[in-house]
T-cell receptor, first 111, second 116 residues
Framework: LAKTTQPISMDSYEGQEVNITCSHNNIATNDYITWYQQFPSQGPRFIIQGYKTKVTNEVASLFIPADRKSSTLSLPRVSLSDTAVYYCLVGDNNAGNMLTFGGGTRLMVKP | GAVVSQHPSWVICKSGTSVKIECRSLDFQATTMFWYRQFPKQSLMLMATSNEGSKATYEQGVEKDKFLINHASLTLSTLTVTSAHPEDSSFYIC????????????FGPGTRLTVT
């Protein structure tokens, strides 16, 4: 299973763009990259998933370089309500092994 | 769509008793469900994989006789913590895998278990 490494914590201010990078040096060919958000005492919430290049949805963008050894979750114009823990997971869709959570990044958005 | 519920959302029980937690996929069928445990300020740890109609697969270090998992239908999996002890107090989260484009795993809201 591809292991992921993320910064333990990050601070930001309201209205700023936040980029959280995840390293996954031993990502396999069939692995996808998925990001989740978790608030205290709640289950994780799916944010975005991608395989290569760039994926964008209504809440975030995911940038994946050509070598796929890292990925960056970009949150545009964060608000206080974006304060949460963000996890990146890497795994094979077909094998269903995208189940190992790393430490996550604790994002604190300040007013 | 893709909503997963858990019941109860929190439970307090006495040491030595058993507690059952339900996980339901409300608007889709889930052939596979997963159970996680999360201690305060820590990440989620996978406990077991639950497949409909078959025995669950437990992760290393998780006692299968203590954490009984049943996945009797395509929308329901249950986790029973038997003979609970205070160290079993934790946040238990289930998720359901939805087959489709990409790997989509949807999480329940979690169940806070406190054993006194």
């Amino acid at each position: 299973l591809a292991k992921t490494t993320q910064p333990i914590s990050m601070d930001s201010y309201e209205g700023q763009e936040v980029n959280i990078t995840c390293s996954h040096n031993n990502i396999a060919t069939n692995d996808y990259i998925t990001w989740y958000q978790q608030f205290p005492s709640q289950g994780p919430r799916f944010i975005i998933q991608g395989y290569k290049t760039k994926v964008t949805n209504e809440v975030a963008s995911l940038f994946i370089p050509a070598d796929r050894k890292s990925s960056t979750l970009s949150l545009p114009r964060v608000s206080l309500s974006d304060t949460a823990v963000y996890y990146c997971l890497v795994g094979d869709n077909n094998a269903g092994n995208m189940l190992t959570f790393g430490g996550g990044t604790r994002l604190m958005v300040k007013p | 769509g893709a909503v997963v519920s858990q019941h109860p959302s929190w439970v307090i029980c006495k040491s030595g008793t058993s507690v059952k937690i339900e996980c339901r996929s409300l608007d889709f069928q889930a052939t596979t469900m997963f159970w996680y445990r999360q201690f305060p300020k820590q990440s989620l740890m996978l406990m077991a994989t639950s497949n409909e109609g078959s025995k669950a697969t437990y992760e290393q270090g998780v006692e299968k006789d203590k954490f009984l998992i049943n996945h009797a239908s395509l929308t329901l999996s249950t986790l029973t913590v038997t003979s609970a002890h205070p160290e079993d107090s934790s946040f238990y989260i289930c998720s359901a895998m939805r087959q489709g484009r990409g790997y989509e795993q949807y999480f329940g809201p979690g169940t806070r278990l406190t054993v006194t």
